[in-house]
């Protein structure tokens, strides 16, 4: 039976590239689903035009019945709407509600917590829900998963994104950022999460060309929460960004440090605004300005460190792409993956504990998005 794909913010930035994918490598219909229908019908028209049938519907996914109403028409649902700290939870109870397969690109560590250590509970879960799959969170975490499964035991799993305005279009990565730089932020340190500083603990980290050397520091993601959760053992995980170019990184600390990227109220004239929100929207009109000095690349590093055969051994995994593919495309994998995956039981996933990486890496490089994998060892 051909499946139905439904693609929540399916006409935006990141969905249309979940989209492109589907319509190249999927031979089930593809329901694109976005609050602004002027997008919807520019996707279709563009669709067509090389010989690939979509519909559309409209999805306001603040409003709980359109939502649910719209999830009702798929088999499988991906959904691309952020910021995911405003909309991923009430998305993911009722996609819970129903008998469909679900895969997301929630990249908000708070968001992380809640759905898999937080009291809320989701009930009775139908279907497979694989949550953060998508460029990091998502291959960071099946690149992790790799490394995890061929050492005897792992100690550490460190990652690392960079990430530039030039390479990016949407309001929703610029309000994720905000968030991720902005106060205390989870990591995995000597086997328990902790709250550390966003923006401390400065590291270079060596991306592949055109990225080159990148200072990178603290920043909050999802995978420190869930990576203990699914490879048992593991005593640290730590997640760091930065972003191209480096002054960019002195401006967003700037703002962080006199609470412009809080959601804090503030007055304008006798008009309550948050101050995040604002700020998001300044950035945004202003584009332009934040592109200039950027490259059209953003990238991802993983090391994993442990032990096989006695001795110390660390694999590193890196790749560099445009943001829209490293983070659709993963997207798509999964949902196509789990339309031919009988085998996973139905709950709640992070992609360490549903997404297989050998198959996971083939279909990467079909798509020409390479992992570079290296590894270290050294005797005790």
Same mark, same amino acid.
């Given at each position: 039976?051909?499946?139905?794909?439904?693609?929540?913010?399916?006409?935006?930035?990141?969905?249309?590239?979940? *989209?492109? &994918?589907?319509?190249? +490598?999927?031979?089930?219909?593809?329901?694109?689903?976005?609050?602004?229908?002027?997008?919807?019908?520019?996707?279709?028209?563009?669709?067509?035009?090389?010989?690939?049938?979509?519909?559309?519907?409209?999805?306001?996914? =603040?409003?709980?019945?359109?939502?649910?109403?719209?999830?009702?028409?798929?088999? *499988?649902?991906?959904?691309?709407?952020?910021? /995911?700290?405003?909309?991923?939870?009430?998305?993911?109870?009722?996609?819970?509600?129903?008998?469909?397969?679900?895969?997301?690109?929630?990249? $908000?560590? $708070?968001?992380?917590?809640?759905?898999?250590? %937080?009291?809320?509970?989701?009930?009775?879960?139908?279907?497979?829900?694989?949550? %953060?799959?998508?460029?990091?969170?998502?291959?960071?975490?099946?690149?992790?998963?790799?490394?995890?499964?061929?050492?005897?035991?792992?100690?550490?799993?460190?990652?690392?994104?960079?990430? !530039?305005?030039? &390479?990016?279009?949407?309001?929703?990565?610029?309000? +994720?950022?905000?968030?991720?730089?902005?106060?205390?932020?989870?990591? /995995?340190? &000597?086997?328990?999460?902790?709250?550390?500083?966003?923006?401390?603990?400065?590291?270079?980290?060596?991306?592949?060309?055109?990225?080159?050397? *990148?200072?990178?520091?603290?920043?909050? +993601?999802?995978?420190?929460?869930?990576?203990?959760? /699914?490879?048992?053992?593991?005593?640290?995980?730590?997640?760091?960004?930065?972003?191209?170019?480096?002054?960019?990184? +002195?401006?967003?600390?700037?703002?962080?440090?006199? %609470?412009?990227?809080?959601?804090?109220?503030?007055?304008?004239?006798?008009?309550?605004?948050? !101050?995040?929100?604002?700020?998001?929207?300044?950035?945004?009109?202003?584009?332009?300005? /934040? @592109?200039?000095?950027?490259?059209?690349?953003?990238?991802?590093?993983?090391?994993?460190?442990?032990?096989?055969?006695?001795?110390?051994?660390?694999?590193?995994?890196?790749?560099?792409?445009?943001?829209?593919?490293?983070?659709?495309?993963?997207? =798509?994998? =999964?949902?196509?993956?789990?339309?031919?995956?009988?085998?996973?039981?139905? %709950?709640?996933?992070?992609?360490?504990?549903?997404?297989?990486?050998?198959?996971?890496?083939?279909?990467?490089?079909? @798509?020409?998005?390479?992992?570079?994998?290296?590894?270290?060892?050294?005797?005790?």
């Amino acid at each position: 039976m051909t499946k139905k794909f439904l693609v929540l913010g399916g006409a935006g930035d990141m969905g249309s590239s979940v *989209v492109s &994918d589907l319509a190249i +490598h999927s031979d089930g219909e593809i329901l694109i689903g976005d609050i602004n229908e002027k997008s919807i019908d520019k996707a279709i028209s563009k669709l067509r035009k090389k010989g690939v049938e979509a519909s559309g519907i409209k999805v306001d996914v =603040a409003n709980r019945s359109m939502l649910s109403d719209s999830i009702s028409k798929a088999d *499988v649902v991906i959904n691309t709407v952020g910021p /995911f700290y405003r909309f991923e939870e009430a998305i993911i109870e009722e996609v819970s509600k129903q008998e469909v397969d679900y895969v997301d690109i929630c990249d $908000d560590y $708070d968001v992380a917590y809640s759905i898999f250590l %937080g009291k809320r509970k989701y009930g009775n879960v139908r279907g497979r829900k694989v949550i %953060g799959m998508g460029w990091t969170p998502g291959i960071t975490n099946v690149c992790a998963k790799d490394g995890f499964s061929e050492l005897d035991t792992a100690d550490e799993i460190n990652i690392a994104w960079v990430g !530039s305005a030039a &390479d990016a279009a949407g309001k929703a990565v610029i309000e +994720h950022t905000f968030h991720a730089v902005t106060g205390d932020v989870p990591m /995995f340190l &000597d086997g328990k999460i902790s709250k550390v500083p966003a923006r401390q603990f400065h590291r270079e980290i060596d991306f592949p060309e055109p990225i080159g050397k *990148v200072d990178t520091y603290y920043t909050g +993601h999802p995978e420190p929460i869930t990576i203990p959760i /699914f490879l048992k053992g593991v005593k640290q995980v730590t997640v760091r960004g930065s972003l191209v170019p480096d002054w960019q990184n +002195h401006l967003v600390s700037q703002f962080a440090d006199i %609470g412009m990227t809080e959601n804090r109220i503030i007055d304008v004239n006798g008009v309550k605004v948050s !101050s995040r929100q604002f700020l998001v929207s300044f950035v945004y009109e202003t584009m332009e300005q /934040f @592109r200039a000095g950027g490259i059209e690349q953003s990238g991802f590093w993983v090391e994993v460190k442990g032990k096989k055969g006695g001795k110390k051994k660390t694999i590193l995994y890196s790749g560099a792409d445009r943001m829209k593919r490293l983070t659709g495309i993963p997207a =798509a994998v =999964a949902a196509e993956y789990l339309g031919t995956n009988k085998s996973l039981k139905k %709950g709640i996933y992070a992609p360490e504990g549903a997404i297989d990486p050998a198959v996971f890496f083939k279909e990467l490089r079909k @798509r020409k998005i390479i992992v570079k994998k290296y590894v270290q060892t050294e005797e005790f």
